[in-house]
């Protein structure tokens, strides 16, 4: 019968690790907050335009695929009355056709914004990645944590200031011209 060990559990085994031997040896533990280096580094607020225009070129697509949709079902509700049986079940599988149409294109819109989040922040995220480690290397950090904010499932509930190594990051990010 496999065990299983929570991320909690784990990452609260390591830290009383760390607690243990910084008797022995000092420890430096850190965090950093990888959505405000988004937010505050030139490099990620360019990410944060060039995707949010991606987004809003999808979404007129969209709406224009929908303004179409509104007027079929507008016509064809128009000329139920006078139309045959034949005529409005013509009228009608057109519109399932296009509907149908209409949620593969949906869904395909947002496979493709989801596929260059991933592909824009991938690199983003490389890039602080190895700004951490650089910080960290250069100021025998031993552990650098995630800093999520307020939301559901993150770790870090409460640190001093002196621990958050974000403006650091930033400041590296925008002083190496990381544009």
């Known amino acids: 019968m496999k065990s299983r060990i929570s991320i909690p559990a784990l990452l609260g085994a390591i830290l009383l690790g760390l607690v243990v031997s910084a008797a022995a ?6 965090v950093v907050s990888p959505q405000q280096i ?3 580094t030139k490099k990620g607020k360019k990410i944060k ?15 224009s695929e929908e303004a179409e949709l509104k007027k079929l079902e507008a016509e064809r509700v128009s000329q139920e009355s006078v139309s045959s049986a034949s005529a409005k079940q013509e009228k009608e599988k057109m ?3 296009k509907l149908a149409a209409y949620q593969r294109r949906l869904q395909e819109l947002d496979g493709e914004v989801q596929a260059k989040k991933r592909e824009a922040l991938g690199a983003f995220t490389k890039a602080i990645e190895q700004a951490v480690q650089q910080i960290a290397e250069n100021e025998n950090i031993v552990l650098v944590l995630e800093k999520g904010g307020s939301r559901a499932g993150t770790l870090i509930l409460y640190n001093q200031d002196s621990l958050d190594l974000t403006g650091r990051v930033i400041k590296a990010f925008d002083s190496k011209g990381e544009q």
């Open 25 to 30: 040896a000092e420890v430096k533990i850190a």
């Open 38 to 40: 988004l937010d505050d």
């Open 49 to 63: 335009q060039l995707l949010a225009e991606y987004v809003e070129t999808r979404q007129r697509t969209i709406q």
């Open 95 to 97: 519109f399932e056709q």
